[in-house]
């Protein structure tokens, strides 16, 4: 892959949809270290500019807004997309407007209310965003219908095939799935082989992962407040390559991510439960024979609790 001398996610500019240059909007997102120990690598996207891997993504969603002169937009968030989305947009000079749940965890709530943004608290987010879209001439930026989105998640692929490390197995928390759809497909512009791939969900939320793991108790809810969507209109994408991939899908407990992010925090991978649940995965895989010579877990979203 031929390197551009662009920052953030436009090092890949010849792998993406053309933008004009003075429209690319970066806050020098991706790049994230990956990390070895004991023979798992560590994707660290907690360390992306505003502390999720949804700055990948944003940065090009926003940057195509900004290109089209759009001057609206809105997002529905359980927080880290909708800080992401401010940041970009506040680069742009967008007027955004975010619906959160009252769950919203508070520091997360903290952040964004210091960011150019308006913040309305509502049972009933996801709604209320779409009809805000038709009602105010705004562009929903929710990543998981949003096809821009998968474009700035490509990148994570490209990185992981740089690196140059003998990966077979990737592990990743979802929710909306754009993410995971991001990087699938970005391995295939890319014209390399899929490693396996294992996306995690929680006892509280697990639409995908439940279609292969069934060992797993029903719980109302979860500490992993970011995996929350029921459905999203990629969840087929993403079952077919996780078949052809012969990956799977795990269903985790919150005690078994507290285990894992206690390890993590003790290795200095200071990530959120969702990143925590990646490897929670690999070590349920693990147990029920299922092994890998270098899988890597991606650290999605910082902890918002230190």
């Not at 899988?295 to 999605?300: A, R």
Request: with cysteine; hydrophobic share 40%.
């Amino acid at each position: 892959m031929e390197k551009q001398e662009k920052n953030g996610i436009w090092t890949y500019n010849s792998l993406l949809p053309d933008i004009s240059v003075k429209y690319r909007l970066t806050l020098d997102e991706g790049h994230t270290p990956l990390r070895e120990i004991n023979s798992i690598y560590f994707k660290c996207e907690y360390e992306n500019p505003t502390g999720s891997h949804k700055d990948r993504a944003m940065a090009f969603q926003v940057s195509r807004l900004f290109e089209k002169g759009i001057k609206k937009a809105v997002i529905s968030s359980s927080g880290n997309a909708a800080i992401s989305a401010a940041s970009y947009c506040q680069l742009a000079g967008i007027e955004l407007t975010v619906f959160v749940s009252p769950k919203i965890k508070a520091k997360k709530l903290n952040r964004l209310e210091k960011l150019s943004c308006q913040i309305i608290s509502t049972p009933k987010p996801i709604s209320s965003a779409f009809r805000f879209a038709q009602e105010n001439q705004a562009i929903n930026l929710k990543q998981s219908a949003d096809e821009n989105a998968l474009f700035g998640y490509m990148t994570l692929a490209f990185e992981l095939i740089e690196s140059a490390a003998d990966i077979d197995a990737i592990f990743i928390p979802v929710s909306g799935g754009a993410g995971v759809c991001g990087l699938i497909r970005g391995y295939k512009r890319a014209g390399k082989k899929l490693p396996a791939i294992h996306v995690v969900q929680t006892e509280a939320v697990h639409p995908l992962s439940s279609i292969f793991d069934k060992d797993y108790i029903e719980k109302e809810t979860s500490i992993a407040d970011a995996i929350v969507a029921k459905y999203s209109p990629l969840y087929p994408e993403i079952i077919e390559n996780i078949k052809e991939s012969k990956g799977f899908g795990w269903v985790i407990a919150d005690s078994d991510m507290v285990d894992a992010r206690k390890w993590l925090l003790e290795n200095n991978l200071k990530c959120s439960y969702e990143g925590a649940a990646a490897l929670a995965a690999l070590r349920k895989a693990e147990k029920q024979g299922i092994k890998y010579r270098h899988p890597v877990c991606i650290l999605t979203g910082k902890n918002y609790e230190l």
